[in-house]
């Protein structure tokens, strides 16, 4: 799967709007097409990811970018539930979060984040990162291919 046969699905897991509204806008200026879903907490995200409740029948993502500092359940908690289920564990996830704590570093990738990026409070800075994130992983890497097809 490349990203030129179809959008690539990005889920944000994020509580912030104004973080919401900066990664939209930067992940709109992209060059590869995209479709962002957004949840908010913890339990919105599993919804999305399972495509229920209020995302039922929005397939899985192909990268999730997932704050750690989230309202209710943690996104540390929602990284081993995605890292526990036998469809999603092969989703990339993307910890992009305010968080410096050398003990959320050290659990994100015990529970095998694919890589860890503090946010910057400046929103130019944010736009930058959310850019440098979209370059690498929506052009540079090979995604793997649609979890919601059965492999054969």
Excluded at 31 to 41: E, I, M, R, S
Excluded at 59 to 85: K, T, Y
Aim: aromatic share 4%.
């Amino acid at each position: 799967m490349t990203a030129t046969h179809r959008a690539v699905r990005i889920l944000l897991v994020e509580d912030s709007p104004g973080d919401v509204r900066l990664t939209r806008e930067a992940l709109q200026r992209s060059k590869v097409a995209n479709q962002l879903v957004v949840a908010g907490d913890a339990d919105l995200a599993l919804d999305a990811l399972h495509g229920r409740g209020e995302y039922d029948g929005t397939p899985p993502p192909d990268l999730v970018l997932l704050d750690l500092n989230l309202p209710g359940r943690s996104g540390h908690e929602v990284l081993e539930a995605i890292r526990l289920d036998a469809v999603l564990s092969a989703i990339p996830v993307v910890i992009l979060t305010t968080s410096k704590a050398e003990e959320d570093i050290l659990r994100a990738y015990n529970l095998h984040a694919n890589c860890y990026v503090v946010k910057p409070v400046d929103f130019r800075a944010l736009v930058e990162i959310v850019g440098k994130i979209e370059a690498f992983w929506l052009q540079v890497v090979e995604l793997p291919r649609d979890v919601s097809e059965p492999v054969t």
